[in-house]
């Protein structure tokens, strides 16, 4: 037993030296020796055969087809007015006068009960499912036994993604924390890919850069590239401790909680920042929390108010080889650090889009929507109007005055010309 | 790989369930991942406040009557059972059930569709839907937007319309031939074997298959 323990130390040593030499030396000066993309293409090649064999096993090509959208339910987006004129079509009565009926109230039953099997916001906060797995129990929701060579395969990925990359991970994590300013190690020791396209639009200083949020690395990508004052709550833990590792490198601009709630101070810090043409550009999420990735909601107006030049930025990662979202109310930041680091690598893709600026007699929520649209259309998301804020809060009163007027127009709007 | 056996183990009574419901496991599994996620904190069981946190019920004009329906009278909770059961009324008829006289008839059944329908208006469940509880249903969908003399000259004109024996009240019977030839829009379950999403989908049904198989 003993004469194994020797053997291996020297060998761990052995191993762990080669590992720094080979990618954290590299990575420090910025140069690549391609080892990560062969990994990549491997890995591709991999999850390939892997998806081929459960598409045989289940017959399941009509589910890759089927399947453009992430919803449990195939709805038929017709309106309100359309649809209750669907259910009057039958009757037997003339029916140019609106009036009621009593399967109208079926309408918004069939609302109703679809709402309350799938609901466009709450999906928006659990994970992206995917179409095929890709070898992580973590997202496999239905998939069974489908043969031996797979299992083998699974197993295989365990161990290597155990104790091969997270060890890995962790050492180059550390040296993050030793290193600030060496962003490209801790990307490189998350196996993250990153393309930036549009790289002539990446922003400039005093400006503010906004992005579609979905999870705290979204700050180290972009950082990745360039360098920003970043703005936000003081936390605690762990997080607070990478906020003050931060504030010794770049300038940003950290809040209290109650000094949030001071808007015109927020804004009026904020302005000064911009405006001083020497500071780096701010980074701001507007939609406040994270999303996961398949959508974006609604921008909060704030940040769009400050004046400035904003330059929007679109991050769309892959999620076939690990979920990047980081569901805060499941997840501690913790437990969610070793998720990304267990996952088989981040896969981004970032647009940088041109800058845009308020136009006359546009106000801040128009704006803030046009800003959206552009990132929604360029990372290929949906673009929502619902306010992220509903993961937490609940919804205004007047989203259902505006379905009741709808309604009262068909039966009572008609009605008037008797 | 094997999570869903063990998901289903979790579940008590689970065969009896989809004996019930009609519904497959894989459509349990997900049925039971909304229920969990909408039960945040963890109870087991559901109360309205759950339901009130969906963003598009709260919207949604007669969204009280709607989670009402999922509790029985007197009850404040609703477990996994009662909430599968619930939206088995939602799944499509099954045309190729063999009439058996003795056997209790389906959730899925267009007379128990109607029936769900009909609790939404009939609130005290004395199986007649009183000018009360209809103007309460229509002041509901409509809001502030229409004036009492308005609402109740509609709530009169339904009435008129429906009560065929003149009680001033509808009865289920008089319900169900009042929607008698209306195209019925209720969405339904699609069902395909091997299918890793639950496809729910509307569908549209004419009056003459109704006619024949279940009246």
Redesign the interface.
Known sequence: MEGFWAVFFPVLRVWFTCLVVLIMLPAMFGISLGITETYMKILLKTLEWATHRIQRASRAEEILKRSASNGLIQRNDSSLEQEIEELRRNRPKSAERGDFTLSDVLYFSTRGIESIVEDDVTQRFTSEELVSWNLLTRTNNNFQYISLRLTVLWGVGVVVRYCILLPLRVKGWLSELVHLMCYRICARGLSATIHYHNKQNRPKRGGICVANHTSPIDVVILANDGCYAMVGQVHGGLMGVLQRAMERSCPHIWFERAEMRDRHLVTQRLRDHVNNKTKLPILIFPEGTCINNTSVMMFKKGSFEIGGTIYPVAIKYDPQFGDAFWNSSKYSMVSYLLRMMTSWAIVCNVWYLPPMTQEEGEDAVQFANRVKSTIAQQGGLVDLAWDGGLKRAKVKESFKEQQQKKYSHMVVGDDSSD | ????NSTLLKIPNVEVLMQETGFSP?HI???H??FK?LDKEGRGHLCPHD?GA??????????DR?IGAFFSPGKETVDFHTFVKI?AH?RPVDKDRPKEPNSPEPINSRSNKLK??FQ??DQDKDGKISRDELLQ??RA??????TDE?LES?AD??IQE?DLDRDDT?SFEE?RK??K???????RF?IRP?????????C?WS?ELQDQHEL
């Open positions: 790989m094997g999570s869903t894989a599994i997900r049925l991942d909304r996620a339901f969906i963003k598009e019920l709260a919207m949604n004009p007669i969204g709607i939206l939602f769900f329908a939404l208006y249903v229509l969908m409509l809001g502030m937007q229409v308005q509609i004109r339904t429906a509808i319900f009042a929607c030839h209306k195209r019925f829009t209720m969405f699609c091997g299918e890793r999403k639950l496809m729910l989908t509307l549209h009056s």
